[in-house]
């Protein structure tokens, strides 16, 4: 069983930074591959970034290539989501995700993903 705690959401406006923690429980954190969603109102949930159990590997939505990175800090049982050069468009509620996988292994696909946290919103005014 993993629990998500997501933070560092908040108000920016446009071409701003954020950058968001999840922080996981659970001592096989570092088995489990993470990844970063997001849904906007009225909107299906999308994939935004993904990172194997090692860190190795990274995977980005093209809509956020080059402006996002995702890390992760096995040691602290957390992964971050860089977020630099903000748009509007980027306005939504932000979840983090675990799925086990292993290796270089990114999963992109929400169903691939066992456990959610509650997510955090994230605001870009124009």
């Known amino acids: 069983q993993v629990q998500l705690v997501e933070s560092g959401g908040g108000l920016v406006q446009a071409g701003g930074s954020l950058r968001l923690s999840c922080a996981a429980s659970g001592r096989t954190f570092s088995t489990y591959a993470m990844g970063w969603f997001r849904q906007a109102p009225g909107k299906e949930r999308e994939f935004v970034a993904a990172?194997?159990?090692?860190?190795?590997?990274?995977s980005y939505a093209d809509s956020v290539k080059g402006r996002f990175t995702i890390s992760r800090d096995n040691a602290k049982n957390t992964v971050y989501l860089q977020m630099n050069s903000l748009k509007a468009e980027d306005t939504a509620v932000y979840y983090c995700a675990a799925g086990a996988a292993y290796g270089r292994l990114v999963l992109e696909t929400a169903h691939s993903y066992a456990y959610w946290g509650q997510g955090t919103q994230v605001t870009v005014s124009p």
């Open positions: 990172i194997s159990w090692s860190g190795g590997s990274t």
